[in-house]
């Protein structure tokens, strides 16, 4: 028999720690992760989350970069990396934005 129950299931808890750390590990010896931001998204059948990230480094390659991290298959316990960006502020400048949904 299936029961009912009225208390929602728990959501998968928020992957913004565990990208930082990864994309920290992407990024290598020389770049640092500075301020980061999460805000919350949602759409008519997805829920997730922008994330943020300000780097800055010896020197970046806007598009080798974007194009190496969209090959990296990111490990997200109940989340799954939908799209990924990076923008070009300098050469040693850049932001990338993640946007996760609940698996």
Do not use: K
């Amino acid at each position: 028999m299936i029961r009912w129950s009225p208390t929602a299931p728990a959501r998968p808890a928020c992957p913004h720690r565990r990208l930082t750390r990864l994309l920290g590990a992407e990024l290598g010896e020389g770049f640092a992760l500075g301020n980061s931001t999460l805000r919350p998204w949602a759409s008519a059948n997805f829920v997730g989350a922008r994330h943020l990230f300000r780097c800055s480094g010896s020197s970046f390659e806007a598009r080798a970069l974007q194009d190496r991290l969209a090959a990296v298959e990111w490990r997200l316990p109940g989340h799954i990396v939908a799209d990924l960006s990076v923008e070009a502020h300098s050469p040693y400048e850049i932001t990338v934005e993640i946007l996760t949904v609940e698996d």
